[in-house]
C-alpha cells in the first residue's frame, strides 16, 4: 500500500519537476475537553488526530514563491520582494496569507516550492488553520536552515493566525498539534502557555473515538467566537481577575449580569471538567468520561451559546446510545466527537445517517479516530533527497 508521503513526493514531482527536499506531516486536533478556556487562561484537553496537512518544499534559486494547495487547488505565484507590501493588507486570505506570512514573520528574500496536500476537513472545528500554519513553518524553516523544534514554532503559528489572518484565536490549537502524541492527551495550561502529556488510551479499552461531521462549516473570524472572547473580558473586569480561571463560583453568581454570568459559569466548569477528566481516564473510568462530555456539550450549548440546532440533536441521539458526546472546537457549526466502544461504530453510522435524512439535513461526514495520533513530524526519508 502506497504511504501517503510517497503520494506526496510524486504530486510534487510532478507539479515542479523535481523531487522536495522535505516534507512534513501537521495533523490536525480535536478538543476532548475544555473549549473557549484558553483565552481566559485555563484548561484543555485535546489530542492530535490521523487527519493531517502535509507539506512538501525545496528552494529555488530565485526570489519566486510557487504554492500548490489540492484543497480548492490554489495555485500561488508571489515574488518575495512583494511581501512587505501584501502584508500590509491585513487581514489576508488563502494560502497566499498563509505564505507571505511566514515570509514577513521569517525575514526571508529566497523563493520556494510548495505543496500541499490534506485529509484534513476544512471549517469542520479540528483546526485546518493551525494545522497549515505549522506545516508550511516546519518545512519552510528546515530547507532555510532553522530550528525546527514543534514547541519552538508554536507561537509564530499563533501570529500568523491571529496577527495576519484576524483570527482571535489561543494556544490551544498550535500546542495541540506541535506536541501531540500516540495514545495520549495533552493537558495544556493556557495560563503558564505549557502543555503535558496524560494517558488517554481509550482504544486499549476496546474503546474508540468518531468525529462527526456535521457538515455546517463556521469561520471563526466571521462568527461569533470574538464576541465570546469580549464578553469574557467584561466578565474579568467586572470580578477584578485577570483570568475567568482565577475566579471562584461565589463571586460568578454575584454578577448582575445574566449572559456574563452564564459565559464564566461555563469557563470555571469547565476547567474543573477537564482535570475530572484525566483523573477519570488514568483510573480507567470511562463512563466518567462520557458523562462529563455531555455535561460539557450542555454547558457550551446553554451558558456559552456557540452550539447550534445540527449540534445539539446530535449529542442528543448519541447520548440516547449511551455514548460520550459533545461538539468540539469553537462551536457555532463543525463537528461532535462521540467516544463508544469499536462495536458501536456501524450502529452510530447508520443512525446519525438516518436520521439526518429523516431531517433533510446534509450528511454527517464520519472520520474514525482509532487512537490519538503523533503531532507535528517529519516524514521525508533521507535517501531520496537531492
Not at 110 to 120: E, N, V
Not at 168 to 183: F, W
Not at 221 to 231: C, I, L
Amino acid at each position: 500500500m502506497e504511504q501517503p508521503w510517497e503520494s506526496l513526493r510524486q504530486q510534487f514531482y510532478q507539479h515542479f519537476g523535481k523531487e522536495p527536499a522535505s516534507m512534513w506531516q501537521s495533523p490536525g486536533r480535536i478538543n476532548l475537553m475544555g473549549d473557549h478556556t484558553d483565552y481566559q487562561g485555563g484548561l484543555a484537553l485535546p489530542i492530535a488526530v490521523p487527519y493531517s496537512t502535509w507539506v512538501a518544499g525545496r528552494l529555488r534559486d530565485d526570489q519566486t514563491i510557487r504554492g500548490f494547495s489540492d484543497f480548492g487547488q490554489e495555485d500561488i505565484h508571489l515574488e518575495a520582494q512583494f511581501v512587505p507590501s501584501l502584508v500590509r493588507q491585513k487581514p489576508l486570505r488563502g494560502l497566499v496569507g498563509f505564505v507571505a506570512a511566514t515570509w514577513d514573520i521569517l525575514g526571508l528574500e529566497q523563493g520556494i516550492d510548495l505543496y500541499i496536500a490534506s485529509t484534513l476537513p476544512i471549517a469542520s472545528g479540528l483546526s485546518s488553520s493551525a494545522s497549515l500554519s505549522l506545516g508550511i513553518l516546519a518545512t519552510v524553516r528546515e530547507l532555510f536552515g532553522k530550528s525546527v523544534l514543534p514547541e519552538k514554532m508554536v507561537p509564530d503559528a499563533r501570529r500568523i493566525e491571529n496577527e495576519y489572518l484576524g483570527v482571535n484565536s489561543g494556544i490551544l490549537d498550535p500546542l495541540a498539534i506541535a506536541l501531540g502524541r500516540a495514545d495520549f492527551a495533552l493537558l495544556v495550561d493556557a495560563l503558564v502557555q505549557d502543555a503535558h502529556p496524560v494517558p488517554f488510551d481509550y482504544a486499549g479499552k476496546g474503546m474508540s473515538l468518531w468525529i462527526i461531521d456535521t457538515q455546517t462549516p463556521r469561520t471563526l473570524a466571521s462568527s461569533g467566537y470574538d464576541q465570546r472572547v469580549w464578553e469574557c473580558q467584561q466578565a474579568t473586569h467586572m470580578l477584578g481577575v485577570s483570568f475567568l480561571r482565577q475566579a471562584t463560583m461565589k463571586a460568578i453568581r454575584g454578577l448582575t449580569d445574566s449572559v456574563l454570568q452564564a459565559r464564566a459559569r461555563h469557563v470555571v466548569k469547565e476547567n474543573q471538567r477537564v482535570r475530572w477528566t484525566v483523573s477519570a481516564a488514568q483510573g480507567g473510568d470511562w463512563d466518567r468520561v462520557k458523562f462529563l462530555f455531555w455535561a460539557s456539550h450542555w454547558s457550551l450549548s446553554q451558558d456559552f451559546m456557540v452550539s447550534t440546532p445540527v449540534l445539539d440533536q446530535t449529542v442528543m441521539w448519541l447520548q440516547e446510545m449511551g455514548v460520550g458526546a459533545r461538539l468540539t472546537g469553537a462551536g457555532f457549526g463543525g463537528s461532535v466527537i462521540a467516544l463508544g466502544d469499536v462495536v458501536q461504530g456501524k450502529e452510530i453510522i447508520r443512525r446519525l445517517t438516518m436520521a439526518y435524512t429523516d431531517k433533510g439535513w446534509q450528511s454527517p461526514r464520519f472520520l474514525e479516530v482509532a487512537r490519538p495520533a503523533a503531532g507535528l513530524h517529519k516524514v521525508i526519508p533521507d535517501n531520496i533527497k537531492g
